[in-house]
């Protein structure tokens, strides 16, 4: 029985020599940059489920400066749940709103809004007023592929997009502007394609919704 193909780092890494018919060194020694800026182009354009993850972290008493999760790229939504077990979603503002609205961080109330601190950390206001657990769903960053991480969700669930991403990403150096629509329409189409299919689980559960 023939196993059926599946992408890893080393098997891209082959593809890309082969449809650039090139096997020289200073191809070969160029090819890990060529894959991880065509992860950078991909996690830039595209929203998915695939790149999406929840994290639930501790929110203390007096501390209104939260680290954002490893790998975050984009926040979707940031909801606590108090010691009332209730949740409560937290509203998204500009720093300067929260500074305004809350501009002594040594009072406490229970937070209603975050902001951007900076690329690593969230704000919060109020101040929590107790001990708390606060949920960030959020766009990742994921772990770029190498010869120690050969798999991701990528080569699993989109590997013709990756593949066509590297191969975009490697015409420059290769000096074969012709080619560089060719590969930016496979890109595009590819990118089409999954972007309708993630569009489409999500009127799915718009359906379900509304059903129920």
């Known amino acids: 029985m023939t196993t059926a ?6 098997s891209l890494v082959a593809d890309i020599q082969t449809y650039a018919e ?4 200073p191809f070969v020694t160029q090819i890990p940059r060529f894959v991880m800026m065509a992860e950078n182009r991909i996690i830039s354009e595209i929203k998915g489920l ?8 501790d929110l203390s008493v007096g501390t209104n400066v939260i680290a954002k999760p490893t790998g975050w790229r984009e926040t979707i939504s940031i909801n606590v749940t108090g010691i009332d077990a209730q949740r409560y979603p937290l509203f998204e503002r500009t720093y300067e709103y929260l500074r305004m609205y809350w501009p002594d961080d040594g009072a406490t109330d229970v937070p209603k809004y975050y902001s951007d601190y900076d690329y690593e950390h969230y704000l ?3 101040t929590p007023n107790n001990i708390a657990l606060m949920e960030i769903h959020y766009y990742e960053r994921p772990e770029p592929l190498s010869p120690t991480n050969q798999t ?11 593949l066509y991403a590297c191969l975009l ?11 560089i629509q060719i590969y930016q329409a ?23 919704v509304k059903e129920a």
């Open 5 to 10: 193909a599946s992408m890893t780092y080393d």
């Open 152 to 162: 991701s969700w990528t080569t699993q669930y989109a590997p013709q997009l990756l």
């Open 186 to 208: 496979m890109f595009d189409r590819a990118s089409q394609s999954f972007q309708i299919e993630d569009k489409r689980r999500v009127a799915d559960r718009s359906a379900l």
């Open 50 to 57: 695939g790149f999406k993850k929840v994290v639930t972290t």
């Open 124 to 126: 919060i206001a109020p």
């Open 22 to 25: 090139r096997d020289d060194e």
């Open 169 to 179: 990403e490697a015409q420059p150096f290769l000096k074969l502007d012709e080619r």
